[in-house]
């Protein structure tokens, strides 16, 4: 039976941030991480071909722990973040300078970064059982018992069990922790598009009646589309051929972001809205995806996962290692997140709804509240503070 002090389930993006972040600052904790996915291998989920956005105060609390650097051939600075609604008035842009800061945030390709994680994870003294996947557990009074699926039936014991294994948690279940979720109507399609003139590191958000369409700036003067549309319109947007979907794409979006020229791979990705019944449990505690999933529609996931992973290690830090996991623990850690989860799931759902309502009184208020925003900086101010993290 091996002990740890914390194990995490789940070694993809929010998993291996946490057990990187916890070590570096808490070196003496004994950790394991149970990932399921070899790192290289081209099926692994968190590490596709897709692009995150890190708001600013992620990637200043990342590149105090050496786990971000702007120098980075992957990683592209947000310089303007301008808003608009097809076919209507109202438009609105945010700047770095207008906070005294260098960017909003960075765009950041999921593919290479994942890579840069499990090398910290195996440059650390982080125990890794990978690939594996957690077949039994057990809630003791004072641990967490796991068995692992392997051929030796490895038994893990840790004082905090981190379920960070994504949207669709086995571990989860295991727990009978709901999941209380529903699919919107509209799907994303992904793509990387090349793109004349280069963006000069301005970020897109352009609602349409079809759905909202986001165009993140990455390297190579590239942009990283996520065009969200109904289910039917989908399908038909996937099969068309290259110059017909650029064509499609430039005609819904417009010529802001400058001429589409050639794209890459296009995926689908369901958007779903969901949430976990609750974010603890006994000597339990779920984060990320596995906890919150949320429309892209204000590129706020993975930074509502970052924020779950600070509460977790400052929470470690100010209670002794004895009491780590226990009632105390996690219900401090329960309170300290259920607002800013609260507030960022009704924000985008919101966003999601007032953005794909065609009324025309309600086109008008949202074009009113854009020139609003765009006019006086005070009512900008809560709009920019969430774009780049900085909620508290």
């Avoid at 946490?18 to 950790?31: F, T, W």
């Avoid at 280069?198 to 369409?213: K, L, M, N, V, Y």
């Avoid at 892209?296 to 830090?317: E, K």
């Amino acid at each position: 039976m091996q002990q740890f002090d914390v194990l995490i389930v789940g070694g993809g993006m929010a998993g291996a941030t946490a057990a990187v972040s916890i070590k570096k600052q808490i070196p003496n904790c004994r950790i394991a991480v149970v990932e399921a996915f070899a790192p290289k291998a081209q099926s692994h989920p968190s590490f596709d071909d897709r692009c995150i956005a890190l708001a600013e105060q992620s990637v200043d609390y990342l590149s105090q722990l050496n786990l971000f650097n702007k120098t980075w051939s992957f990683a592209e600075p947000i310089l303007k973040v301008n808003v608009s609604d097809r076919g209507h008035f109202g438009k609105a842009s945010i700047t770095p300078q207008e906070y005294q800061v260098d960017a909003l945030g960075y765009v950041v390709e999921v593919n290479p970064y994942g890579q840069f994680l499990h090398q910290q994870l195996q440059s650390q003294d982080i125990t890794l059982f990978c690939p594996a996947k957690v077949n039994s557990l057990v809630q003791h009074l004072d641990y967490v018992e796991v068995t692992l699926d392997s051929d030796e039936a490895v038994k893990l014991q840790a004082k905090l069990l981190v379920v960070a294994d994504g949207a669709q948690s086995p571990t989860r279940d295991l727990i009978n922790l709901e999941f209380d979720s529903f699919p919107y109507e509209q799907g994303a399609l992904i793509a990387n598009v090349k793109v004349s003139p280069e963006h000069q590191g301005q970020a897109f958000e352009r609602f349409t009646s079809q759905g909202p369409i986001a165009l993140l700036p990455m390297s190579e003067g590239r942009f990283s589309v996520a065009w969200c549309m109904n289910q039917s319109a989908l399908e038909e947007v996937l099969a068309l051929d290259d110059s017909q979907f650029l064509m499609r794409l430039q005609q819904e979006f417009g010529y802001r972001g400058g001429l589409f020229e050639a794209v890459g791979t296009r995926s689908r990705y369901p958007l779903v809205h969901g949430r976990i019944s609750s974010v603890v449990h006994h000597r339990v505690v779920v984060i990320g995806n596995a906890a919150h999933a949320i429309h892209p529609i204000a590129g706020q996931g993975f930074n509502l996962g970052m924020r779950d992973i600070q509460c977790l290690v400052t929470q470690l830090q100010a209670t002794a290692l004895d009491s780590w996991g226990d009632h105390g623990f996690t219900h401090a850690y329960k309170v300290a997140r259920d607002q800013d989860i609260g507030r960022v799931m009704t924000l985008t759902d919101g966003l999601v709804r007032l953005f794909s309502n065609e009324s025309r009184s309600i086109a008008f208020g949202r074009s009113c509240g854009l020139m609003m925003i765009s006019l006086f900086p005070n009512l900008k101010m809560p709009l920019a503070r969430q774009l780049m993290g900085r909620v508290q």
